[in-house]
Structure formats: C-alpha cells, structure tokens
C-alpha cells in the first residue's frame, strides 16, 4: 500500500511538472536589467539568450492559468507564442493577456516574456 502511494505521488509530481509554465513582465529596462532580454540595439531582438535568469519568472500551472494581468496600459508579448492561442485585451485601461489554447499556446516556449510600460 504505501509503495502504491508514493508511485501515486510520484505521478502526480510528474503531471504537475509537466504542466508548469513560467512567466516574467516588466519594462524594457527591467528586463534587460534582469538578465532575461539581452542589452542590445535596434533590429530583432532575441528574448531569453541560453543563459537567462529565470528567479524572476512566476511559476504557474498552464491547466488553470489562462488570464494574465498585466496592469499596465501597454502591453507586449516578447517570447514565441501562436498567435491564434491567446487574445491581448484591454480592460479599464490596462491590458490583460487571456490564453485561448493553452496547449498551442505554450507548446513552442514554457516561458513568457511580457514587457510592459
């Protein structure tokens, strides 16, 4: 019985796992200064070099999670997301990110990048 309980555990843990995403939101400035957008000028920027801290990320479980609030009035997704998998929505003047797919949404990346003013 308790062999059949930590197997238990140990898949719970494993689908949980499976299932965390991150995501970080700041400004321009906050960002670069975090490590997590390279300090850089003009052209396509490339958003979470190899080495990229990940301290400032929040962990979430992308099962339950499918709003993020932004709480800035401008609002800007960074990172590689489908474009049909979520919507950028102002809402009393500030943006909220609502994810419509989240398997296509963060299938290409389980880190979101959000930067804000």
Do not use: C
């Not at 990940?54 to 999670?65: A, G, L, P, T, Y």
Request: glycine share 4%; charged share 30%; no cysteine.
């Amino acid at each position: 019985a308790a062999q059949n309980e930590e197997t238990t555990n140990k898949l719970i843990q494993t689908t949980d796992e499976l299932y965390e995403a991150y995501y970080v939101m700041g400004t321009s400035k906050e960002l670069k200064a975090q490590g997590i957008v390279p300090k850089g000028i003009g052209g396509s920027r490339k958003v979470l070099t190899q080495d990229f801290n990940k301290d400032h990320f929040i962990k979430v479980d992308i099962r339950k999670e499918n709003q993020i609030n932004t709480y800035a009035k401008r609002a800007k997704v960074l990172t590689t997301h489908p474009a049909n998998s979520y919507v950028l929505e102002k809402v009393d003047d500030t943006y909220t990110i609502r994810i419509t797919d989240y398997k296509s949404f963060w299938s290409v990346s389980k880190y979101l990048v959000i930067e804000i003013d």
